[in-house]
């Protein structure tokens, strides 16, 4: 059974970008869990516009880790990865909507110790031509679907140390107006 954090607080102190993983497989429950989390997220008038396609095949995780210029390479040596989309002809949201759901998922994956990174594609490139494009084609992906990002997911090679508030973050904070 995993490990589960014991407060919100210790969640998202913990949580951070992973893209070195141990080569284990996530086990079935803490996939549901994780995908539970990500279909739980809310939506703009509870549309649900988001939609997700798991992959978990090494071979289109390596074509994956090269679907934009970089930052994805992390794709390749993941368990499984979760392609975001948002339905376009739902709303013109589905952006929020589904960042809202990839966070979730994210989080979710944080409390079972399990590892994750994101993927931005949308607004992205791969050479000259957009990075949505690319795994649009190799997903068969319809047309009006938009790709958010992939988050990969997998076993950390070592635990994450807790972020330290930083008090100059509050400079970040204005009251009442800028």
Not at 56 to 73: E, T, Y
Not at 139 to 146: A, S
Request: with cysteine; net charge neutral.
């Amino acid at each position: 059974m995993s490990n589960f954090k014991s407060n919100f607080k210790s969640l998202i102190n913990s949580r951070r970008s992973t893209r070195k993983f141990v080569d284990k497989p996530i086990d079935d429950r803490d996939f549901e869990l994780i995908m539970k989390a990500g279909l739980l997220a809310p939506t703009s008038k509870n549309c649900k516009s988001w939609e997700f396609v798991v992959v978990i095949d090494k071979k289109m995780l390596q074509q994956l880790s090269v679907c934009k210029n970089s930052g994805s390479s992390f794709l390749a040596e993941c368990a499984l990865a979760i392609v975001v989309l948002g339905n376009t002809t739902i709303t013109d949201i589905w952006v929020e909507d589904a960042a809202i759901a990839a966070t979730y998922m994210q989080l979710q994956a944080e409390d079972l110790d399990i590892g994750s990174c994101w993927c931005h594609i949308r607004n992205r490139m791969r050479g000259e031509a957009p990075a949505e494009q690319s795994v649009r084609d190799l997903l068969e992906i319809p047309d009006h679907f938009g790709v958010l990002c992939i988050i990969g997911f997998g076993h950390k090679i070592e635990p994450n140390e807790p972020k330290e508030f930083l008090q100059q973050q509050w400079g970040k904070v204005r009251f009442g107006r800028f």
